[in-house]
């Protein structure tokens, strides 16, 4: 089973809103850090939003104010709410766990959690 799944990707005009969901296969995977990052082909990782143990959240700068990552840890599911989408948001999200808690759980750290999904494409036209 793999560890982390994501869903709620897709196909939306610029401005529009979607909201990505995450799902850890065990709460291993959602008691510590959690977080999101995107990637597009030929470019690096890019952390996207973080929370951490302690329930703080941060933003790369390039989403904040429109994206907003909640954590229901009984539910052991990660959110991404994103609004106001712009083209340059176009990409495969992915949701990432550090269980082991060793890392700052910040967003520029997300790119490096041991565990990630598979991906859901995130695709904003004009």
């Known amino acids: 089973q793999a560890p982390l799944v994501e869903s709620g990707g897709g196909s939306v005009q610029s401005g529009g809103s979607l909201r990505l969901s995450c799902t850890a296969s065990s709460s291993t995977y959602s008691s510590r850090h959690m977080g999101w990052f995107r990637q597009t082909p030929g470019k690096e990782r890019e952390g996207v939003a973080a929370v951490d143990r302690d329930g703080k959240v941060s933003y790369a700068d390039s989403v904040k104010g429109r994206f907003t990552i909640s954590l229901e840890r009984a539910k052991k599911t990660l959110y991404l709410q994103m609004n106001d989408l712009k083209l340059e948001d176009t990409a495969m999200y992915y949701c990432?766990?550090?269980?082991?808690?060793?890392?700052?759980?910040?967003?520029?750290?997300?790119?490096?959690?041991?565990?990630w999904g598979t991906g859901t494409q995130v695709t904003v036209s004009s």
């Open positions: 990432a766990s550090d269980p082991t808690g060793l890392s700052d759980g910040t967003y520029s750290e997300v790119p490096r959690f041991g565990y």
